[in-house]
């Protein structure tokens, strides 16, 4: 029974700070677009592929045979 006496202000405690992270969190924006990154990943889009930059280019030689 004694600990009880300790758990329930270091919960209070703990429960404090998580609302303070979330507070913080939705200030800063993290809770705006909660589908975008979920549907950025289904849109195809061929302008946004790899590709090398202007200065190397892909004309030597493959030196492994």
Do not use: C
């Not at 950025?40 to 492994?64: A, F, N, T």
């Amino acid at each position: 029974m004694d600990v009880i006496y300790s758990l329930i202000p270091g919960m209070m405690f703990f429960g404090l700070i998580f609302f303070v992270v979330l507070i913080w969190a939705v200030k800063k924006g993290q809770y705006e677009d909660m589908e975008g990154s979920a549907n950025r990943i289904l849109l195809d889009d061929d302008d946004d592929m790899v590709h090398q930059p202007e200065g190397k280019q892909d004309s030597e030689p493959d030196k492994s045979s």
